[in-house]
């Protein structure tokens, strides 16, 4: 295995689901400017994410319907400038 290819910056991190308002503690590396005290009485650095095995339907079975006209709709008024 080759050396120095992976990041010594490891360190234990939660990881929340906004959408369940679920959450789970692992190592990695990456950068985050929040915080949460865990379940041990800890602060560790939090990452947010909006799909992860809590709510994917993949991993749950329940198809989650997201409201994605009000983001088309904000688009297309952004862009229509340019659609001469």
């Known amino acids: 295995m080759k050396k120095d290819i ?4 490891y360190r234990m991190v939660v990881f929340k689901d906004i959408s369940t308002d679920e959450a789970f503690l ?3 590396c990456v ?3 929040d915080t949460i005290v865990w379940e ?7 990452v947010k994410m909006e799909i992860s095995a809590y709510s994917h339907p993949f991993f749950t079975g329940k198809m989650k319907f997201v409201d ?7 688009f297309n008024k952004k862009f229509a400038k ?3």
Do not use: V
Request: charged content about 35%.
């Open 68 to 74: 994605t006209a009000g983001r088309i709709d904000k």
């Open 26 to 28: 692992s190592k990695s």
């Open 40 to 46: 041990d009485g800890k602060e560790y650095p939090l």
């Open 82 to 84: 340019f659609a001469k």
């Open 31 to 33: 950068n985050t400017k």
């Open 6 to 9: 992976h990041p010594g910056s």
